[in-house]
């Protein structure tokens, strides 16, 4: 009688609403920490590109540092030799991932490029690490879609930064490889980190990559594809190395032609770390950024989704513009991801064309670049490739 009247009151204890309550929301609790966890690791799923006919070879900025081998920094580079020898150029894409606008260009020229003259490398994702996380403060989408005529195409929007994970901790201060004092969260930072270090962290290795990539290949020109907020100053931009100068005027004017409205900024020579002032300092070449306006990307933006990124829509933005808060021109249409790939997809042509009137000697010949006016009319979609 006294052993069931103790199990009786041990049911009694475990059966009481406050106890099924509990175990009911630890159970729930589990539940979305395995949804999240799953979300969470999709992020490290790489996205898939699709090379044209063009493509002579894929290989790894390992190539370059060895240090990166098997490491989360290491990532492909497509290369696309012509015929006929030429100039050697260097694209990247996604040196930020949360930039999109350069890292759809440099998938966009991956995927229909060919060359007769010249060889050209094609980075889309320079901080691959990046890739494998997103913001999480800033409440970010992990992906975003891209509507093809066989389709939606997924792509990562990543983080401006290295995966913490792969590089951890950061410094209070960071004294980058260029000799500048930065914060600490900067060591992160690839454009901070030119021209990087052999043996360095993660960061400072891929930077180190792109730099001896540019001296063993003997690399004429380079650039680096990026976005900005409407906001920032330094938008709709080309930004260029002081080698570069009499070709960035080329390119404006040739742009201005075209009725495309872009403005020139010299690379700051107090201002180091950065692609285009180490490039062009170590690697003697005239170095260039190009820059769009990204409403996903500024501080002014409402609810942030795969939308915003895609449409470039957003009522704050247009007030802003009203108040001139903005040094770009912002109304309801926004500033759309086919628009800003478009911009720079005409930069790159316009910089491409300039650079045969200036060196002919080392032509650069280049097939099936998709056009201006049909990417910003019919879309990115247009010219993505889809699996067979």
Known sequence: MKIYSTEKSLRQRLFRPHILRGGFLFLFTLVICFSAGKTFLLLRKADVLYPSGGLSRISHLSAYSPALENSPGDTPIYIFQGEEEGANVLILGGTHPNEPAGFITSVLLTENLKVKRGKVFIVPQANHSGFSHNDPFEANPQ??????????????????????????PDPILYANPAGQMLAGTESRNLNRNYPGREKGNLTERIAWGFQRLIAQEKIDLALDLHEAAPEYPVVNAIVFHERGGELAAWTLMELQMQDLVFRLEESPRTLRGLSHREWGDSGGIPAFLFETANVSHGRLKGKPSADLIVSGKDKNYVRAARMGRLFVPFDENG??????????????????????????????????LPPFEQVRDQGIGLFLHAPD
Do not use: C, D, M
């Open 335 to 368: 500033i759309p991801l086919r628009l800003r790939v478009a911009r720079h997809l005409a930069a790159f042509q316009a910089l491409t064309g300039s650079w045969n009137e200036l060196f002919p000697e080392k032509p650069l010949e280049l097939h099936n």
């Open 143 to 168: 992906r975003f879609p891209l509507q093809t005529p066989q389709g939606k195409r997924w792509f990562r929007y990543g983080s401006r930064l290295t995966n913490p994970i792969h590089q951890w």
